[in-house]
């Protein structure tokens, strides 16, 4: 029950905040974009250079952007109140579904956590200010609502113009240009999102919570007010870096969307929380996140053609800007590195221009679980739906990986009854030689047919090397 004083007024409780870290940690280059040099003219090429140069990282931290930082204080003190004082009865009840997918409110515990009657060791509320407004807000999020929304008000009518405008230039862009799609002539959603980081969050890695496992966030940019408690990274071409702290500062993060929207040359930051330095043991954490997504069609948009390009890379070793992204996460979420064993930093800096990179021979993707398995215990999907649970032979491997690679190049996909075509025209062809792919049952495209003479006439002329 949420704390009431005996004339029923909610007190505001103040946030625990921890001394500054001595540690001597090994930070990511910080790009600072001075708003106030936001002339028009030099000062604001100045900025546009100084964000192109943060595109291998991804995230730059926005200084004089305008929101009194006592706002900001006053926004971690009400989020600490909520989750400190709120039983979890009244947090289960919170919840509200805004019909996009996307929660409102309290996240969910999860059906262990209510069993045994546990306190997520990361907590989450999700706020969307310019929705419906059919959430009832905590009591204490209602008292202080007209002093907080002008953090959200000053997200939504200066730093998103802001920043959109700056991303085109950056880009090459109109000024307009992605501001056109987040402006509010469309359904779009903006979320506030609060986190609170009990002083034991490090135990539960195991449930990997997407916030702190290495991720990207999925809408264009996301704002995060500066943390005097350094345990975010972010990964840049030397690795994991920890963000500075730069008092006052907004740190700006680009997502999924945004790196679409560029056709992948201003790659999504590739981010994650790692534990508290020992300085700062014993104190939480709240996090003040701001995430913004462009109109709701442009969203759905940007989930059909990752789909559409996991159809095509599915079991080719290329992989997009993304897909290193999700290796990185997939390896990275028990906070170790070896990712930098494995690809080189030029291969990473490559990827991250927009360029298709190879993947590590050794391993494999799987799309459904968003993972990459080394490739010994890994079952790939293709291969699967290629040998219906036969074993599949190397030589056959090689040549569809070498199919599967100029499917990437020309974009050229089959679907499942094509790929039994195929597989049945490539077994002929191992196994006799025979390069006819008119004799089968067919149902494939004339590009589809071509694409695969071509790798068949480089089997026969032992360009493909077999084993
Ligand atoms: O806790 C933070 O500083 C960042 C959290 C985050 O990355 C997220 O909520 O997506
Ligand atoms: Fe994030």
Redesign the pocket.
Known sequence: MAFQSSDNEIKLLEFPRAPLSQSKLEYAESFIVDLNLDDGAKGTEKLVETIRRSATDGLFHIVNHGIPSNLLELQRDVAYTYFKTTSLDQKDADTTKNGSGLFEGYKLRTPDEKEDGLTPTIEEYNYDYYATGKVVRPPIMEKFEDEVAKVYQHYHHVLIPKMMRLLSLVCGREPDHFYKMHDSSLPNSEIAHYLRYHVNWERDTDKKRA?YAG?T?IGSV?FLYCNPMPCLQVYTAKGWRYVPYIENSIIV?IGDCLESLTGGKFPAAL?RLVKFSPDQAGFERIAL?YFVHPHDNIIREHFRLEQERRTTLAGTNMMSGQEVNRLIMALSADNEDPYAQIVDEQMWLRSKKGELVPAPEELAFDYDARTIRRRADAENPMMEVLTQSQPFKDEQWRVIQSLAREMAREKVAFDDVQWKTVLEILNRAIDTESLQTHETAGGLTQAQELLLERVIHDLKAKTIEVP
């Open positions: 916030s991720h966030d996301t993060n981010h996140v």
